[in-house]
């Protein structure tokens, strides 16, 4: 039995590099990219930092791309929570609440997207679970970039969820989505 396991060895070796060990870039917070401005389908991104991200608007979700390489050079794997956003730093963290449900979850930027008009983020089969909806294909949502501590950066670099903030009050929720309505021309209203 040692034998077989032993001549099974290089042929399993080869498998394991091709499963994602080489053309991926491992799973980490340094270094950060802003990137360059690029265009697609005729209109220029410039990504910038922006601390003070807060904002509204209208959240999609993907999940079919398993194993795709995303704009951070990692493997994409569709049900940690992740996003793509067209100009924020990668990676940058989110606090992502449905305007809908009321949840909210943390949510780790590694990619680029979404390019569909009328939305500012795209999220992971798993991140649209966590909020409750990924039956809608598309709902309202409150984005808010955050600094969460170094144990909760770790549990999402390794794909665990980790809760948003405090649930918004039932009034709160009512106003973000006025405001959202108000805004609803542009597809993007900065939060208050």
């Known amino acids: 039995m040692v034998r077989i396991a ?11 590099a091709g499963c994602g060990g080489g053309r991926y870039r491992a799973v980490s917070d340094w270094p950060v990219s802003i990137g360059k401005p690029y265009t697609v ?7 910038a930092a922006d601390p003070t991200f807060d904002v509204l608007g ?5 999940g079919s791309e398993s194993g795709n390489r ?10 940690w929570p992740t996003a793509a956003h067209p100009t ?14 009321g949840r909210s979850v943390l949510v780790r930027v590694n990619d ?3 390019f569909a008009r009328g939305r500012v983020l795209d999220l992971s089969r798993g991140a649209a679970e966590l909020l409750g909806m990924r039956g809608q294909g598309i709902a309202p949502v409150r984005l808010r970039r955050v600094e969460p501590p170094e144990a ?4 999402l670099r390794r794909g665990k969820p980790v809760p948003g903030g405090s649930r918004l009050s039932d009034a709160a929720l009512s106003s973000l989505r006025v405001q959202l309505a108000a ?5 993007v209203v900065q939060a208050p």
């Open 6 to 16: 032993a001549r099974a060895l290089p042929a399993l070796a080869l498998c394991l």
């Open 88 to 101: 924020l730093p990668l990676p940058t963290y989110l606090e992502v609440t449905a305007l809908d449900t």
């Open 183 to 187: 805004g609803v021309r542009s597809g």
């Open 112 to 114: 680029r997207g979404p």
């Open 152 to 155: 909760s950066r770790a549990r």
């Open 70 to 79: 995303t704009a951070l050079g990692e493997r994409f794997r569709p049900k």
């Open 41 to 47: 389908r005729g209109v220029t991104y410039v990504p």
């Open 58 to 62: 209208y959240a999609g979700w993907y």
